[in-house]
C-alpha cells in the first residue's frame, strides 16, 4: 500500500502542495485531478522519488520511500506526461535493456517482456524500431515500460494525453488488467473516460485534496458531475 501523509512543495516562495494525505491500496485506481497548475505532475514526481517534499512522509508497505529509495523505484513502474523513448531502439531490445536497468534477474526478463508485450498488445511490432511507430503505439511501450516488472505501485501522468477514442480504450483496459497486482495512481483530464476507470477520485485544489470521490454505486454521470462541484467549491 502507498501511504502519503502531510506533504508540503513550494518552489521557492510559490507554495504548491499543502499537506496533501491519502492511500492507495492494492487493486485500487486512484484518479487525482484539478485545474491545471495545481500541482498535480509535482505530485507524481514526489511520489515517483524524482523530487523530494519540504516536509511529510510517503510510506510504500510501511517504508519511507525516501529512506530506502532504491527498494522503493525497484518495486515502482512511472509514466512521465511526456516519455523518454530510445527511438533507434526496437520494441523487444528497448524493454530488455529497461529490464536490466532495473535489476531484474536475467533468468526471468524474457517472461517479463513476454507479459508486457501481451498486456499492451504489441507483439506485432516488438522488432519495429520505436522511433518508427505511431504516437498511440510509443504510449503503448511506454506503458509496458511502467509494468514491466509488475511493480506494486503504478504511476501514471496524464496517460490518455494526445490518443483516440480507441487509443484511451484499449489504456483503460491495460490499466484495468494491471491494477489486478498494484496499486494505481493516475492524473489526467478525459472525465468520462477516467469515470470508467478510477475506483476513487481524489480533488487537489489550493493545494490540497478538497475531495474524495469513491466511484463505487455511482453512475459516469454522477462522478463528473461531483467531481465538478468539488472543483467549484460545492458541497454535494
Known amino acids: 500500500m502507498l501511504e502519503v501523509c502531510n506533504i508540503a512543495f513550494s518552489y521557492g516562495a ?27 505532475t509535482t505530485l507524481l514526481k514526489i511520489l515517483a522519488t524524482i523530487t523530494a517534499p519540504d516536509s511529510g512522509v510517503i510510506r510504500a508497505e510501511g517504508q519511507d520511500i525516501f529512506k530506502y529509495p532504491l527498494k522503493y523505484r525497484r518495486n515502482l513502474g512511472y509514466l512521465q506526461e511526456s516519455p523518454a523513448l530510445y527511438e533507434d531502439m526496437t520494441v523487444k531490445s528497448y524493454l530488455k535493456y529497461r529490464a536490466m536497468l532495473k535489476g531484474e534477474p536475467e533468468k526471468r526478463i524474457r517472461r517479463r517482456i513476454q507479459e508486457a508485450l501481451n498486456t499492451c498488445n504489441i507483439q506485432e511490432v516488438m522488432h519495429q524500431t520505436i522511433g518508427k511507430l505511431s504516437f498511440g503505439l510509443k504510449k503503448r511501450v511506454a506503458i509496458a515500460d511502467a509494468i514491466l516488472l509488475r511493480p506494486r505501485t503504478i504511476l501514471l501522468d496524464d496517460v490518455f494525453a494526445g ?38 477520485f481524489l480533488v487537489l485544489s489550493d493545494g490540497r485534496i478538497s475531495a474524495s470521490i469513491s466511484t463505487e454505486s455511482l453512475n459516469e454521470i454522477e462522478i463528473v458531475s461531483r467531481i465538478d462541484n468539488a472543483l467549484k467549491g460545492v458541497v454535494s
Do not use: Q, W, Y
Open 14 to 40: 510559490k507554495e504548491v502542495l499543502k499537506d496533501v494525505t491519502f492511500a492507495a491500496k492494492p487493486g485500487e485506481i486512484v484518479c487525482i485531478v484539478g485545474n491545471n497548475g495545481v500541482g498535480k
Open 163 to 200: 490518443l483516440d477514442r480507441t487509443m484511451r480504450f484499449d489504456a483503460k483496459e491495460i490499466i484495468k488488467s494491471v491494477s489486478a497486482f498494484s496499486s494505481v495512481v493516475l492524473t489526467g483530464h478525459e472525465m468520462t473516460d477516467l469515470a470508467k476507470l478510477a475506483t476513487r
